[in-house]
Nanobody
Framework: QVQLVESGGGLVQAGGSLRLSCAAS????????MGWYRQAPGKQRELVAT???????NYADSVTGRFTISRDNAKNTVYLQMNSLEPEDTAVYYC?????????WGQGTQVTVSS
């Protein structure tokens, strides 16, 4: 069983920064994709960014240039550095791990950006 534990959410003013962390534990392949998704009230969950075990990254257009995803394979941890936050970034952010055609989700962490 795989567990993902997120941390780092909170309340920040527009223009501010936050850093999310997600630690994975359990049994999973070393070759995998980890990422962040978000879901705002009344909206569908959407991709924010992903990163492969080899460091290849992918970003949603809305966060490109403002957010940076990274990972520490030794710690099985993925990070999301969020800069220049906007009220539109307000959402619950979920960590995701995909490997061997299976995917796992964290419990989510709330990010609220005030204007």
């Amino acid at each position: 069983q795989v567990q993902l534990v997120e941390s780092g959410g909170g309340l920040v003013q527009a223009g501010g920064s936050l850093r999310l962390s997600c630690a994975a534990s359990g049994s999973f392949f070393s070759i995998n994709v980890m990422g962040w998704y978000r879901q705002a009230p009344g909206k569908q969950r959407e991709l924010v960014a992903t990163i492969t075990s080899f460091g290849t990254t992918n970003y949603a257009d809305s966060v490109t240039g403002r957010f940076t995803i990274s990972r520490d394979n030794a710690k099985n941890t993925v990070y999301l550095q969020m800069n220049s936050l906007e009220p539109e970034d307000t959402a619950v952010y979920y960590c995701n791990l995909y490997h061997g055609s299976r995917e796992y989700w964290g419990q989510g962490t709330q990010v609220t950006v005030s204007s």
